[in-house]
């Protein structure tokens, strides 16, 4: 890791992160939510990140759209995939969106050594992604899409449809 990653992670306190995101963005960052100071972060005006979240973006491009409401205890990290969230996203208590996976196609070498993937994940507009989900990386939602809770998405889901269950399969297409 090297020295400016550390500062931004370890050095840089919440209250700042808060205050540096209000003003260029007018993001409402909770001073307990651990979001790093990255180059490859962006958040939209009037998105809101609630206390106990953390959102990890030093390894790839991370683009969080306008009036997205992210709540409490939720887990985002990008990888060199990237990840965006649209406009107007509902995103419910403990939520997981991971933007890397492991590599595991050799059996003879431990999982952590054989390195990582990052495809990326992409939400599209006013999606309601329900308390407890897990968003995998690869995973594309459409916009107008409601996500159940402890639902699991590592697929495509399409715009205006209702996804449950794990997998996350289509339940209902809203009209």
Same mark, same amino acid.
């Given at each position: 890791? $090297?020295?400016?990653?550390?500062?931004?992670? +370890?050095?840089?306190?919440?209250?700042?992160? &808060?205050?540096?995101?209000?003003?260029?963005?007018?993001?409402?960052?909770?001073?307990?939510?651990?979001?790093?100071?990255?180059?490859? +972060?962006?958040?939209?005006?009037?998105?809101?990140?609630?206390? +106990? &979240?953390?959102?990890?973006?030093?390894?790839? !491009?991370?683009?969080?759209?306008? %009036?997205? /409401?992210?709540?409490?205890?939720? +887990?985002?990290? /990008?990888?060199?995939? *990237?990840?965006?969230?649209?406009?107007?996203?509902?995103?419910? !208590? @403990?939520?997981?969106?991971?933007?890397?996976?492991?590599?595991?196609?050799?059996? $003879? #070498?431990?999982?952590? %050594?054989?390195?990582? &993937?990052?495809?990326?994940?992409?939400?599209?507009?006013?999606?309601?992604?329900?308390?407890?989900?897990?968003?995998?990386?690869?995973? #594309?939602?459409?916009?107008?899409?409601?996500? #159940?809770?402890?639902?699991?998405?590592?697929?495509?889901?399409? $715009? @205006? #449809?209702?996804?449950? *269950?794990? !997998?996350?399969?289509?339940?209902?297409?809203?009209?």
């Amino acid at each position: 890791m $090297d020295a400016s990653k550390i500062v931004r992670r +370890f050095l840089v306190p919440s209250p700042a992160i &808060t205050l540096y995101y209000l003003a260029k963005s007018g993001a409402q960052i909770s001073p307990k939510a651990e979001v790093e100071l990255s180059p490859h +972060f962006a958040i939209g005006r009037q998105s809101v990140v609630s206390s +106990f &979240t953390k959102i990890k973006s030093s390894d790839g !491009p991370l683009k969080i759209g306008s %009036n997205v /409401s992210i709540s409490t205890g939720c +887990f985002i990290s /990008s990888q060199y995939g *990237g990840l965006e969230i649209g406009d107007h996203c509902l995103i419910g !208590p @403990n939520v997981s969106i991971i933007g890397n996976n492991y590599k595991y196609t050799e059996l $003879d #070498t431990p999982l952590e %050594n054989q390195g990582i &993937t990052s495809k990326g994940i992409a939400i599209g507009r006013n999606v309601w992604i329900g308390a407890g989900c897990v968003i995998l990386d690869g995973a #594309t939602i459409g916009n107008n899409v409601i996500i #159940t809770p402890n639902s699991v998405v590592s697929s495509k889901l399409p $715009d @205006n #449809t209702i996804a449950s *269950g794990t !997998p996350a399969k289509v339940i209902f297409k809203r009209r």
